[in-house]
């Protein structure tokens, strides 16, 4: 259920701007926001994932849009409350870890596209040292996904969150996707070809 997710967004300013452009507004949800732990679809959905954007603020004031990318399962929930993921050199900007450090609040964006569906997921996070922090390093480092050791990890208090429809999402598939769809086709060529008289 999106109440937390709409009662942190869905100001009176916001409110405002729907009756201006709408003539309506969705009602008040109240002004104390309360965090909503992820159920076990949210978190599923979280661990089927291979990337998601993250989006701070950077220490300019500039909202700044990350995308993580990783083998299948890199983000953790580590409870229905908790995300986490390992976090490598990269580019080496630390951009959003400097981000984070300054202003928690971040807001998770995963696609699914071949599903049309889409999950937004409002937290608090902190960027820890991997050396200080062994155990979290262990919980999170994918099996197989870096050839580096991780450097830091980022971990994120679920606040709310919110499915969104389908609409204007464009499917797209991975290479792992494709190949698992084309697979009953390419085995049933072959059969046909076996048949085939020798020339």
């Known amino acids: 259920m999106a109440r937390e997710f709409l009662r942190t967004l869905l100001t009176p300013k916001v409110r405002e701007a729907e009756r201006h452009y709408y003539g309506r507004s969705y009602p008040a949800l109240g002004d104390t926001s309360e965090p909503e732990a992820m159920t076990a679809d949210e978190m599923q959905f979280a661990a089927e994932r291979d990337s998601f ?41 630390l951009i959003s870890v400097v981000a984070v450090s300054l202003k928690k609040r971040v807001c998770l964006f995963l696609m699914d596209y071949a599903q049309r569906t889409r999950l937004k997921i409002l937290g608090h996070a902190e960027v820890l040292d991997a050396r200080q922090h062994p155990d979290l390093v262990a919980a999170t480092a994918p099996d197989g996904g870096h050839a580096a050791p991780p450097e830091r990890v ?27 769809a084309v697979a009953p086709l390419r085995e049933r060529i072959r059969e046909l070809e076996a048949r085939l008289p020798a020339p």
């Open 53 to 93: 954007y993250l989006a701070s603020i950077a220490e300019s004031g500039w909202p700044y849009v990350q995308h993580r990318g990783g083998p299948r399962g890199f983000l953790r929930a580590l409870s229905p409350q908790q995300l986490a993921f390992a976090d490598y050199g990269g580019n080496r900007q």
């Open 154 to 180: 980022f971990r994120i208090d679920v606040h709310s969150h919110d499915w969104n429809c389908p609409k204007f999402i464009t499917p797209r598939f991975t290479a792992a996707e494709f190949e698992a």
